[in-house]
């Protein structure tokens, strides 16, 4: 599952550069990471502090995207990107998830599958701690969302 995210953020990558060199440098430097961090677990390294840099580095990936779609990478240039005008709190992409495409998807179900595959090969005592960190930031940004949307 990481190797096929980071195939997916390497084949993005150019068109990002385009739009925003910072973004697609990002995107080339995550893709290398995700394919390097799934040849090595490939290879038998799952010690346990490993195994948690992946899931919490893929748990950060997966919230930028969230932003993105949603309120806007903070610093992003203005200008048109999927098929949108650009403003400051407001997400690149119009209307939402409406225009979310099949890579989007793709990738964000790889990291997903990541994540749980990573959380059932950690010790009982720290698979708990660790589904239980994700539960509290899960309903905090779920709070989060709630008051936002009230305002």
Excluded at 17 to 43: E, N, R, S
Excluded at 132 to 140: H, K, S, T
């Amino acid at each position: 599952m990481s190797c096929a995210a980071a195939f997916a953020h390497l084949v993005a990558a150019p068109g990002h550069y385009i739009w925003w060199p910072a973004a697609g440098v990002f995107f080339a430097v995550l893709g290398v990471g995700q394919l390097l961090y799934g040849v090595l677990l490939v290879h038998g390294i799952r010690n346990g502090w490993f195994v948690l840099a992946g899931i919490w580095g893929t748990v950060l990936v997966v919230l930028l995207y969230v932003v993105s779609r949603t309120i806007g990478v903070p610093g992003a240039p203005p200008v048109a990107a999927h098929g949108g005008r650009w403003l400051v709190g407001r997400s690149i992409v119009p209307n939402g998830a409406k225009y979310v495409g099949p890579l989007d998807v793709f990738t964000l179900a790889a990291e997903l599958v990541l994540v749980v595959t990573l959380l059932g090969t950690l010790p009982a005592r720290l698979k708990v701690r660790t589904v239980n960190q994700l539960m509290w930031i899960g309903l905090g940004l779920w709070g989060a969302a709630l008051i936002g949307s009230a305002h």
